[in-house]
T-cell receptor
Framework: ETGVTQSPTHLIKTRGQQVTLRCSSQSGHNTVSWYQQALGQGPQFIFQYYREEENGRGNFPPRFSGLQFPNYSSELNVNALELDDSALYLC?????????????FGQGTRLTVV | GDSVTQMEGPVTLSEEAFLTINCTYTATGYPSLFWYVQYPGEGLQLLLKATKADDKGSNKGFEATYRKETTSFHLEKGSVQVSDSAVYFCALKNRDDKIIFGKGTRLHILP
């Protein structure tokens, strides 16, 4: 059973550019969530996808968008990058939506905006 | 809104000392509670969980008990090792299926 994998591991972008981060969920998991972890802080919920539909969103602007594919892998897209978008972006998958289900996290993508 | 508060670090202990990291939460309904650990340069690993009141989660010598009356989920370990040095996050999963994290507690264990 493979775990959650994210790519790339590190990325440097220029302010104003666009970026796409990718996540392969754990085998059999149909729910994917994305989190932003700024340096020295706890992760903040961006949004969740359940069976290819957005299923909840945190306090992030519309330039943060996502997709989930039929194989349950997912993308996070960020447009018009700002310096404050520099952070570790974590993807988590779970077997189903629901308060009792565990989420398993990937290693993250470290995004630096210069 | 829902929130998690955990003790600020860094916490520095000698090897074999007793560890407590305090965590309290605010949530509507009946959240699940978690402790995650993050080693340098890595993602989050689930350390332990509890899904209802009075449940005790345990793993690798760490324990935490879901206390609804005090809205707490304190992490404890009887004898820490140098390899336990990491950042520990207390978290809840609420009825909206969001995971809400505390700010993290950095733990340093001295040999």
């Amino acid at each position: 059973e493979t775990g959650v994998t994210q790519s790339p591991t590190h990325l440097i972008k220029t302010r104003g550019q666009q970026v796409t981060l990718r996540c392969s969920s754990q085998s059999g998991h149909n729910t994917v969530s994305w989190y932003q972890q700024a340096l020295g802080q706890g992760p903040q919920f961006i949004f969740q996808y359940y069976r290819e539909e957005e299923n909840g969103r945190g306090n992030f602007p519309p330039r943060f968008s996502g997709l989930q594919f039929p194989n349950y892998s997912s993308e996070l897209n960020v447009n018009a990058l700002e310096l404050d978008d520099s952070a570790l972006y974590l993807c988590a998958s779970s077997l189903a939506a629901g308060v009792r289900t565990e989420a398993f996290f990937g290693q993250g993508t470290r995004l630096t905006v210069v | 809104g829902d929130s998690v508060t955990q003790m600020e670090g860094p916490v520095t202990l000698s090897e074999e000392a007793f560890l407590t990291i305090n965590c309290t939460y605010t949530a509507t309904g009946y959240p699940s509670l978690f402790w995650y650990v993050q080693y340098p340069g890595e993602g989050l690993q689930l350390l332990l969980k509890a899904t209802k009141a009075d449940d005790k989660g345990s793993n690798k010598g760490f324990e935490a008990t879901y206390r609804k009356e005090t809205t707490s989920f304190h992490l404890e370990k009887g004898s820490v090792q140098v390899s336990d040095s990491a950042v520990y996050f207390c978290a809840l999963k609420n009825r909206d299926d969001k995971i809400i994290f505390g700010k993290g507690t950095r733990l340093h264990i001295l040999p």
